[in-house]
Nanobody
């Protein structure tokens, strides 16, 4: 079983930055493919970014490319989402997710609110 805990959300003005963290349990974190998703009020949850186990390859939602950066520190069992040039439309609850054993694990989410 994997436990995920997000942190780092908050209220920020448009154009500002936040860094989200997701701490994971498990001794094999370095083998986990990790993802960030978000869900805005009244909308479906959507993929934001992903990173391979080694950190060598990343993928992003088109609307966040060039503004968001996903990274990981396998020594700390943590994945990050650096969010720059935030926009009001980035307002959502952000979740990290992984499925190392075929089961999808989610954190509880962290709220990001961008004021315009």
């Amino acid at each position: 079983q994997v436990q995920l805990e997000e942190s780092g959300g908050g209220l920020v003005q448009a154009g500002g930055s936040l860094r989200l963290s997701c701490a994971a349990s498990g001794r094999t974190f370095s083998t986990y493919y990790m993802r960030w998703f978000r869900q805005a009020p009244g909308k479906e949850r959507e993929f934001v970014a992903s990173i391979t186990a080694s950190g060598g390859s990343t993928s992003y939602l088109d609307s966040v490319k060039g503004r968001f950066t996903i990274s990981r520190d396998n020594a700390k069992n943590t994945v990050y989402l650096q969010m720059n040039s935030l926009k009001a439309e980035d307002t959502a609850v952000y979740y990290c997710q992984t499925n190392p054993d075929g089961t999808s694990y989610w954190g509880q989410g962290t709220q990001v609110t961008v004021s315009s």
